[in-house]
């Protein structure tokens, strides 16, 4: 009985709108967006992109009916105790036009497994609509996807999250797709499907069609991007959250690097293949490409308080591969900047993106098993038909500004330097 009303509950705003998988657009603008902390600016400013807090605006404009939110984080307005810079004044702004949706009528629903958020509660009083998805229930892990979805026609996918830092002080990459009703559907499905969760501690055995995957790897969507021919679906983790249909990131991952052809650039946050135990999917797909396929590999790591030392051993591991007198490619650099007092998120590069020189994968996650074996969250594959094309290019010139930017340091092999940063960030061992 229970799996039955759990299927049949009527979606909200399915239909409401008349759009649908016949009739949905696929001929999309994609545009790629970056939050550059001031500090870096100087070094990483050579090509800007647009910032995302002007893309989140953006989507603010064009919203008539709906935005659906999901976010690990709600801290838009900096507590008085943090000192906040004159860009920190972005989130603020964004919080008030979200309190603001109501007198347009357009509804704001949003996804969480926060339980005590001020800016929650605020936002409720504001007519927001909220659900709690109990992550603690599933998988003992939390909710860290993060996108927005707009009039179910625009969205937004990336690292930023609903925290003031991702519009100032955090390094910060994301997509805002606009005009691509068929795909943000199906990211909608994912916003049903968390929808859905609310106030349950169980997977139902039966999945509404509603909410199961309109695309996947093995049935991308056909679309238009910036008038270039592409593919494109939506994957999800953990596995349970994953309906029959439903692309895992980590087979989105893998589908990503399977098809690269010269190269593949990587850059998390954090790179750690364990969750209590050796978790090893990623870091075989690196090693199977690197040398069975003599791809080119470079992986940017930030390198901060929160570094687990153990990162440097696994990296050390996937690097000695191709030491001599095997030649194979594979480098790998630590993105840091300089720390300040008790600011560990300062500068940091919260990037979470893989790029191939056909394909791009934008995730939510850092490349660390316990993210992906517990954590909610998404992510969006897109893959040009004839390789190439602009997106692709100014994600390509973002990682190379990055990687040859004085922030990015190889640090391997180099104990004196090594132990500096250690020093430096008071990496605890
Ligand atoms: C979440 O689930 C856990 C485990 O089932 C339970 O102990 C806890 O009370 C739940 N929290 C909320 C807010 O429902
Ligand atoms: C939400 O997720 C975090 C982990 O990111 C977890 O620590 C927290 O307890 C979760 N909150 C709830 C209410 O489940
Ligand atoms: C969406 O497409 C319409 C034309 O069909 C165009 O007028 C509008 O500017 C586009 N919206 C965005 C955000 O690009
Ligand atoms: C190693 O490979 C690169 C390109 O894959 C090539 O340019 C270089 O000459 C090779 N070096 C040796 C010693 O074979």
Redesign the pocket.
């Known amino acids: 009985l229970l799996v039955l009303i759990f299927s049949s509950v009527d979606i909200w705003g399915d239909g409401e709108d008349g759009i649908t998988e016949e009739n949905c657009r696929t001929d999309c603008r994609i545009v790629l967006m970056e939050t550059i902390p001031e500090d870096l600016q100087q070094h990483l400013n050579a090509r800007p992109n647009l910032p995302l807090f002007v893309g989140f605006h953006t989507l603010l404009d064009q919203a008539k009916h709906s935005i659906q939110v999901v976010s690990p984080v709600w801290n838009l307005r900096a507590s008085e105790k943090e000192p906040v810079p004159s860009t920190g004044r972005q989130g603020h702004l964004l919080f008030q036009r979200l309190l603001n949706l109501k007198s347009r009528g357009v509804k704001l629903k949003i996804v969480s497994n926060l339980?005590n958020s001020a800016e929650q509660k605020i936002l409720a009083t504001h007519n927001a609509e909220i659900h709690?998805v109990?992550m603690?229930?599933f998988t003992r892990g939390g909710l860290h996807s993060s996108f927005w979805i707009v009039d179910r026609t625009h969205f937004y996918v990336g690292s930023a999250d609903m925290d003031w830092r991702s519009f100032s002080k955090r390094k910060e990459l994301g997509l805002m797709v606009y005009n691509c009703s068929c795909l943000a559907l199906d990211l909608h499905r994912v916003f049903s499907f968390y929808w859905q969760l609310h106030?349950r501690?169980y997977i139902p055995s039966i999945w509404s069609r509603r909410v199961t995957a309109l695309y996947g790897r093995h049935q991308a969507l056909e679309l238009e991007l910036n008038n270039t021919p592409a593919v494109a679906y939506v994957s999800t983790s953990p596995d349970l959250f994953c309906a029959k249909e439903r692309t895992r990131d980590v087979d989105a991952i893998n589908h990503v690097m399977q098809s690269a052809k010269t190269f593949i650039f990587i850059s998390v946050m954090d790179y750690l293949p364990l969750v209590s135990r050796y978790w090893s999917p990623l870091d075989e797909m690196i090693r199977e490409a690197v040398v069975l396929r003599g791809i080119k590999v470079r992986l940017l790591i930030s390198f901060w308080k929160n570094t687990h030392p153990l990162t440097f051993n696994f990296v050390t591991s996937l690097k000695s591969l191709c030491m001599q007198p095997y030649n194979c490619s594979l480098e790998v650099r630590f993105f840091s900047h300089k720390p300040q007092k008790d600011d560990i998120q300062h500068g940091l590069n919260h990037n979470k993106y893989m790029l191939t020189e056909n394909a791009l994968y934008i995730g939510t996650h850092n490349w660390v098993g316990d993210e992906f074996s517990n954590n909610g969250g998404v992510g969006l594959v897109v893959q040009m038909k004839n390789g190439g094309g602009k997106i692709m290019e100014q994600v390509k010139a973002a990682f190379e500004r990055d990687w040859t930017s004085p922030y990015s340091k190889n640090l391997l092999g180099n104990k004196d330097r090594y132990n500096k940063y250690k020093h430096l960030h008071q990496v605890e061992t």
Do not use: K
């Open positions: 339980t709690l109990n603690t229930a106030d501690d």
